[in-house]
């Protein structure tokens, strides 16, 4: 077998796109500090994000759910590599399953201290409390909230 070919190539795109019916409404509760899920008439899960579909039954969803503020971490991960358009780095990426909600949500996890890295990854870990704080100004946008610790 030959040696397998690498191809570098550069993107830089600036896309606009609707965010539809489900997500437009999401992202008007943000702009009010409010995160919302949509139930599935069928299974009764609250998905967050919402969809206008659940990814289980596949019925379509309608009513409308507020969630948290608090909520659980699920997963997380310390990134310490320079990635393009985002932070620097080190910061927490953290999925987090907010109060009434039967998925989780990803965003960062802030006011942890991350000088020390293997330090601030032992005092992680799935299941410990988290709350969402929001911008002053919420614009109804996905930075407009972050995860942070709660007391347990």
């Known amino acids: 077998?030959?040696?397998?070919?690498?191809?570098?190539?550069?993107?830089?795109?600036?896309?606009?796109?609707?965010?539809?019916?489900t997500g437009s409404e999401f992202f008007r509760g943000l702009r009010e500090?409010?995160?919302?899920?949509?139930?599935?008439?069928?299974?009764?899960r609250v998905l967050v994000p919402p969809r206008g579909?659940?990814?289980r039954c596949f019925a379509a969803t309608g009513e409308w759910v507020p969630v948290g503020p608090d909520?659980?971490?699920e997963a997380f991960t310390i990134v310490?590599?320079?990635?393009?358009?985002?932070?620097d780095p080190p910061y927490v990426v953290a999925y987090a399953r907010l109060r009434d909600a039967d998925t989780a949500l990803v965003n960062y996890l802030r006011?942890?201290?991350l000088s020390d890295?293997?330090?601030?990854?032992?005092?992680?870990?799935?299941?410990?409390p988290v709350r969402v704080a929001f911008t002053e100004r919420p614009e109804g946008r996905m930075t407009d909230f972050?995860?942070?610790?709660?007391?347990p």
Not at 80 to 87: D, L, N, V, Y
């Open 1 to 21: 077998m030959s040696d397998i070919i690498e191809i570098e190539q550069h993107w830089d795109i600036h896309y606009r796109h609707p965010a539809g019916e």
């Open 33 to 44: 500090k409010r995160v919302l899920g949509r139930r599935c008439p069928e299974c009764r």
């Open 53 to 55: 579909f659940c990814d």
């Open 71 to 73: 909520g659980v971490l």
């Open 80 to 87: 310490a590599q320079k990635f393009t358009g985002m932070p």
């Open 111 to 113: 006011g942890l201290d």
């Open 117 to 128: 890295i293997p330090a601030a990854a032992n005092r992680l870990a799935v299941g410990l």
């Open 146 to 151: 972050w995860f942070e610790l709660a007391a």
